[in-house]
């Protein structure tokens, strides 16, 4: 195991991939197995533990104090029955490449979020969902964990084996011990159909249950201070394949959509009255499209200019009127936001801390450049959201603790429960943990 320890202070700074989030952690070590991770767990003598991933929450959930294990050397695939669909990989392995080792084996996840840059234990860690009609988010995908408690010993857990944990582990944002290895439950590998369309807010929210209940798989993004949408289908196929021209991709997915939009972003911070007109040209920049692919290359798409992120999950039912009272506060505040809202959709699942826990969903994230302010806009979009019994994304930025998260979620006292059967002192604590979990 890699001690470094003789390490300045400087080289031991961890920084999130959005900036916003910065620690820096007395010693910081690369765990290669299990029996290392348990040492580290021993070793900590009071202190704290934090396995990292690659940095893609906006809230503090990764940050270490006391112990930093760095996920780099856990990335081993233990096992792939493609009889079953039951694959196990270690904790550090990007989804990118467990993506590639599945279709390389003929398998695949049944549905995912819209990147796969994240460790396979940070998206679940931290609810990481998708959008979809019958397929739920990555938790609900999950077959087993293996983990290694406060007091140094591996365990495994899975529905039949020590269920209670099993469900409070699979979105525990490390509260319960350092996962270690996941076993995953895939399906045969499929094709998906993307069409990808400009629709108007007006038909949007009249036809979003229509819309919701034809697809697979169903998103949209609204161009604040505009009446434009861009509608995202997915749905399965037999083929064959018709992917984007590389032309195309280049053009839409590197240069308009992340290109042209960071430097428009960045315009657009000096000038923020040019907002609106300038959503208005994005809104009809992106037209009309339609390719079929592998699912996980239309799943998720490269997203290159920074951001902070705020999310809530809201029940299904109070969506279209939240949405009518987020484009007022609009009007009303004044706000000038260049970047798209978006909304997708989730079935019920069973994970106690997942933010679709026992109801179905509706997910709606607002983004800002990351050099920009966001408290203003965050804090008025969640007063709204918290009105209605959202749950905030673990991963994202909220304000929300205990005495708010204890009133949406029917098991988080069974969580804290277990917690503190499990973790009495607190060996993985942080300061987002004590916030969000009340000590």
Known sequence: MALVNRRTAAERTWRNWAGNQRAVPRRVLTPRTVEEVAAAVRAADGGTVRMTGTGHSFTGAAVAEGTLLRPHGLTAVRS???ASGLVTVEAGLPLHALNRLLDDHGLALANMGDIQEQTVAGAIQTGTHGTGRDAAGLVSQVAALELVLADGSPVTCSREERPDLFDAARAGLGALGVVTAITWRTVPAFLLRAQEEPMRWDEVLARLDELAAANEHFEFYWFPHTEGCLTKRNNRIEGPARPLSRARHLLDDELLSNAVFGA???????????????????????????????????????????????????PREALVPTLRELRALFDRRGWRISFPIEVRL????????????????????????HRNPHQEYFTGVEELMTAVGGRPHWGKLHTRDAGHLTTVYPRFGDFLTLRDELDPERRFANPYLRRVFGD
């Open 346 to 369: 989730l079935p019920p699942e069973d994970a106690w801390l997942s933010m679709a826990y026992d109801r179905p969903t509706a997910f709606i994230a607002v983004h800002v450049y």
């Open 80 to 82: 792939i029955d493609t």
């Open 264 to 314: 428009v972003n960045r315009t657009v911070r000096r000038w923020p009255g040019a907002v609106p007109a300038v959503n208005g040209v994005s809104a009809r920049a992106l037209g009309a499209r339609t390719y079929s692919d592998t699912s996980y290359k239309v799943f998720t798409s490269p997203r290159r200019v920074r951001f902070k992120e705020q999310e809530y999950a809201i």
